[in-house]
């Protein structure tokens, strides 16, 4: 019964230093997608991924980077923190184009 | 592009209240609708959905009927319970905006014993 698993849960972060969100789901959903969650403003798109190989930019993409290798895993690469991508991070995946999404419990980054 | 309203919080509601929380929305074509519920410290889950005009999504008592005409889909319940505190989502999702999943800000309620 694990889902989309997330990690880590927590990290703090100084500014200019790089880190990787790690994402991974066990159900071989094809659509996969990392959402920030900003007080006040809902979830917003950073990526996603519409299968193994295929990747496309959301909503908010500046900053970060993200590759499919395989159908599991999904990870969001933060290249240089700044204070501004901190944030809650989501990862959510679904078996198809369209239909629910099923959510990670969340990565909480703090970037000083 | 597509895009979700949801009515501004937060929302303090007694125990056994009526609640609703508006929802409209802005999309091309024919979205699918969701309801989703955050508890505190945890991720997003799905409450309910609906996928065509005039269909009603339910679960654990809420509900919420999709209205084309008037581009809605509000969240209601009856009798809301202490453990029912927690931040709702609003949300679409539509082949015209490449399958993407857009919420709305979420609205924070908290119900008092």
């Known amino acids: 019964n694990a889902g989309v698993t997330q990690t880590p849960k927590f990290q703090v972060l100084k500014t200019g230093q790089s880190m990787t969100l790690q994402c991974a789901q066990d159900?071989?959903?094809?659509?996969m997608s990392w959402y920030r969650q900003d007080p006040g403003m809902g979830l917003r798109l950073i990526h996603y991924?519409?299968?193994?190989?295929?990747?496309d930019q959301g909503e908010v993409p500046n900053g970060y980077n993200v590759s499919r290798s395989t159908t599991e895993d999904f990870p969001l690469r933060l290249l240089s923190a700044a204070p501004s991508q901190t944030s809650v991070y989501f990862c959510?995946?679904?078996?198809?184009?369209?239909?629910?999404?099923?959510f990670g419990e969340g990565s909480r980054l703090t970037v000083l | 592009g597509n895009s979700v309203t949801q009515m501004e919080g937060p929302v303090t509601l007694s125990e056994e209240a009526f609640l609703t929380i508006n929802c409209t929305y802005t999309?091309?074509?024919?979205?699918?609708l969701f309801w989703y519920v955050q508890y505190p410290g945890e991720g997003l889950q799905l409450l309910l959905k609906?996928?065509?005009?005039?269909d009603k999504g339910s679960n654990k008592g809420f509900e919420a009927t999709y209205r084309k005409e008037t581009t809605s889909f509000h969240l209601e319940k009856g009798s809301v319970q202490v453990s029912d505190s927690a931040v709702y989502f609003c949300?679409?999702?539509?082949?015209?905006?490449?399958?993407?999943?857009?919420f709305g800000a979420g609205t924070r309620l908290t119900v008092k014993p």
């Open positions: 959510a995946s679904s078996p198809g184009l369209a239909g629910e999404l099923f």
């Open positions: 991924s519409v299968g193994a190989g295929i990747t």
């Open positions: 999309a091309t074509g024919y979205p699918s």
């Open positions: 949300a679409l999702r539509s082949s015209s905006n490449n399958n993407d999943m857009r």
């Open positions: 609906a996928t065509k005009a005039d």
């Open positions: 159900m071989n959903h094809e659509y």
